[in-house]
């Protein structure tokens, strides 16, 4: 796969017909929402699983073109329940994987047409994960009937930025 600087749909396609075509023994899939910089919208697709447990999410973050950079790593922040509210917990939990602001990071295009643009800007690449039960280790496949929810968390999240 190539290294690029912005996500579009066409390239989330192109990787996951990669993906698929050449995948090895014992790999599965799981459903995952991709926030692409260059997409209008958030995107439903798809994260191998490795026989040994390990989730290949860093394709879709940066798709390895700021890999290499000391300063860019991917932040991962655990949502168990609407973040500033005790008393609401989700039956699953949720992973989003981003990279903090940095000025080499495009703007996140899927965000900005989205409700939560207006409440703090997001850079690059944004991928969910959804988690089976609040097993940090466990994940399942994810419906686009939780891009709702995951638009009012990454709202509330802004504060990272």
Request: glycine letters at 8%.
């Amino acid at each position: 796969m190539y290294a690029r600087t912005s996500t579009s749909a066409m390239d989330v396609y192109d990787i996951e017909n990669h993906m698929l075509t050449c995948q090895p023994v014992g790999r599965t899939f799981h459903r995952v929402i991709l926030y692409g910089t260059a997409c209008d919208e958030a995107i439903l697709t798809y994260v191998p699983e490795d026989s040994d447990g390990i989730v290949r999410a860093h394709m879709w973050i940066g798709g390895g073109c700021y890999a290499s950079s000391a300063e860019l790593t991917p932040r991962t922040v655990f949502i168990t329940g609407f973040p500033g509210s005790a008393s609401s917990i989700f039956p699953d939990a949720y992973s989003i994987i981003f990279f903090e602001h940095h000025s080499v990071l495009p703007i996140n295009h899927a965000l900005v047409s989205s409700s939560v643009a207006g409440r703090g800007q997001w850079y690059g690449d944004i991928l969910v994960l959804k988690h089976l039960g609040h097993n940090s280790k466990k994940i399942q496949s994810m419906s686009f009937e939780e891009k709702a929810l995951m638009d009012a968390i990454l709202s509330s999240l802004s504060f990272l930025l």
